[in-house]
C-alpha cells in the first residue's frame, strides 16, 4: 500500500469500514429492490387467473371444434373414396360389358405390387374382365389428398377466427368470473359492518324513507336493502290497512248489538215491540258479522295457503244455468238473463269455488242495480277461444279509479258506502280466479252498468 493511502486511511478511519460495508448495503437494497417489485408481480397474477382459465377453455372448445370438423371431414372423404371407386367401377363395366349385374363376382388383385392393381369381374368359371385399375386408383387417391389439402388450409386460416369467435362468446362470462371473484375477495373492515348494524337498527317500518349507507363500497347492499324496506313497507301498510278496515268492520255491528242488549236490558223485558224489535236487530247485525268473519277466515286461509282447491272436469253452461236458476228464486226485485254458448264448454276445475265467485258478482250486481232492471249471466269464448263467465247489470256503475282498486280488501267505491257489504267479496272471487289462472276483463261506466267478465 502507498503512503499516500496509509495517510488517507490513518486520516479518515471510518471511511475503510465503509467501504467494507458497501457491499453489503448494496445487497440489501438489491433484496429491497426485488421486495419492492414482487408484490407488483402478484398483483398483476392476481388479477389474471380467471383470464387465463376462460383462454385455457377457449382453447379446449376450440380443439373440439377442430376434432369434430375433421372427424366430418374424414368422413365425407371416405365416403367420396368410395363413390369414386365404384363410379370408376359402372363405367368400366358398363364400357366393356355394356351391362351391370349385381350377381356377379367382382375384386382387385395386386400380386406384383399396386403398380399392377387389376380390377376382374367372373360369372361362374369364366372371367369376363380384366381392366388396370391403378391409374384410376392413382387418380381418385390425388382427389382425396387434394380434398384434404383445402381443408387443412380451411382449417388453418380459419383458426384464429374461431378462435376469436370463441373468445368473445366467453368474455360476458370470463367478466362475470372476474368480477366475482373480485366480490369474493372484497373484505369490509369492521366499521364498514358497524355502519351496516347502525342502519339496520334504525329502520322502522313506519318511515318509508330511503337507507343512506353514504359508502361507494356498500352500494349494491344499499340498493338491496332499500328494495328490501320498501317490500316491508307495502306489506306493513297493507296489513295496518287491513286490520284497521277490519276493526271497522267488526266495529259497526257490535256496537249495535250492545246497543240493542242496553235496551232490552232497560224496557225490552216489559214491552214486546222493544223486545221483537231488538231480536231481529240483533239476528241481523250477527249475522252480518257472521259472514264478515267467515270472509275473513277464507281470505287467511287463502293467504296461508290452507284453502283446499278440488279441480275436476266441470260444464260452465250448466254452472252458469244453476246460478241463473238459484238467482230467479233468490231474487224477485230483478229480471235475469241468461246467455248460453253454443257449445258446451267443459275446464278442468273446483266447481263450488267458482260458483261462490260467481254468486258474489251477481250479489254486487243485484245491489247496485235498481229493482226491475236486468242483470244478464252469459257463457262463451272470447277472440283468443278461452272460455269466459260474464256478469253485467244496469246499476250505478264505477268511476275509472274505483275500477283500479276494486279487488282490495274492505274497498268500497263512496257510492257504494251506503249499501251493506263487507267490502271483501271482490277480493275473495279474484283470488278464486286467480287459482283458477284466469283473469278479470271490467267495463264500468257510471249510471250506465258494469260487465264484469271472468276469462278462465
Known sequence: MSKKNEK???????????????????????????????PKREKKNFTRPESKKATSIAKKLLHQLVAKKWGAYLAADFFMFLALTFGWMLCVEMEILDTFEFNRHRWFSAKGGMSE?????????????RADAYPAFIFIISVVVIALFFQLMNTIFSHYAEYK???????????????????????????KYHLIEDAITQINPEDEKALSLGDSDLMGIEQAMNNLIKRMHDTYNQQARFVNDASHELRTPIAVIEGYANMLDRWGKEDEEVLTESIAAIKNESAHMKYLVEQLLFLARGDTGKNVMKYDDMSLNDMMREIYEESLMIDEEHQYRFVGADENIHINGDISMLKQAVRILVDNAAKYTEKGDEIKLSVGRNEEGRPYLQVQDSGI?????????MFERFYRADKARTRQGTGLGLSISKWIVDKHKGHFEILSRTELGTRIRIVL
Open 397 to 405: 256503475g264505477m268511476a275509472e279509479n274505483d275500477v283500479q282498486h
Open 117 to 129: 392393381l387389376t380390377y376382374k369381374i367372373a360369372s361362374g368359371d369364366d372371367v369376363l374382365l
Open 165 to 191: 369467435k370463441i373468445r368473445k362468446t366467453l368474455k360476458p362470462l370470463d367478466d362475470l368470473a372476474l368480477k366475482a371473484d373480485e366480490i369474493s375477495k372484497l373484505t369490509f373492515d369492521d366499521e
Open 8 to 38: 488517507d486511511i490513518q486520516q479518515n478511519p471510518e471511511q475503510e469500514d465503509i467501504n467494507e460495508m458497501a457491499p453489503e448495503q448494496e445487497d440489501i437494497e438489491q433484496v429491497t429492490s426485488k421486495q419492492k417489485k414482487k
